[in-house]
């Protein structure tokens, strides 16, 4: 397994284009990567929020918007802040690991 040389806290905090080396990217660019990486954050949450959810509980969910999902997540005792932060330090973590593979010259193959 692959290390990186980033500690966890960079990469919650930092910059991910200046961590991907991805700087030289127009605004526009970025906004829609970020657009991207947040839906997919948001997808892989709610995923996880409905592998716990009971057969009922799905169709429910699937039907609520807004304040009232906000509402019915927090009665299932999910913390969806603390979720998103989580998924996207685990993204952030995949997308620099990747990236490291693409841009690292000599990189050894990685091997499933």
Same mark, same amino acid.
């Given at each position: 397994?692959?290390?990186?040389?980033?500690?966890?806290? #960079?990469?919650?905090?930092?910059?991910?284009?200046?961590?991907?080396?991805?700087?030289?990217?127009?605004? +526009?660019?970025?906004?829609?990567?970020? #657009?991207?990486?947040?839906?997919? !954050?948001?997808?892989? !949450?709610?995923?996880?929020?409905?592998?716990?959810?009971?057969?009922?509980?799905?169709?429910?969910?699937?039907?609520?918007?807004? +304040?009232?999902?906000?509402?019915?997540?927090? #009665?299932?005792?999910?913390?969806? +802040? #603390?979720? !998103? !932060?989580?998924?996207?330090?685990?993204?952030?973590?995949?997308?620099?690991?990747?990236?490291?593979v693409t841009?690292?010259?000599?990189?050894?193959?990685?091997?499933?």
């Amino acid at each position: 397994m692959s290390t990186l040389p980033i500690s966890a806290n #960079q990469l919650a905090t930092e910059d991910i284009f200046s961590i991907l080396g991805l700087q030289s990217l127009t605004q +526009e660019e970025k906004d829609i990567i970020l #657009q991207k990486m947040e839906q997919t !954050v948001l997808a892989r !949450v709610y995923g996880t929020i409905l592998a716990d959810l009971h057969e009922g509980e799905i169709e429910n969910f699937e039907n609520l918007h807004g +304040e009232d999902l906000m509402r019915f997540i927090a #009665q299932k005792g999910f913390d969806i +802040e #603390q979720m !998103v !932060v989580e998924e996207s330090i685990r993204y952030r973590m995949e997308l620099a690991m990747v990236f490291q593979v693409t841009t690292t010259p000599n990189a050894a193959p990685a091997h499933a």
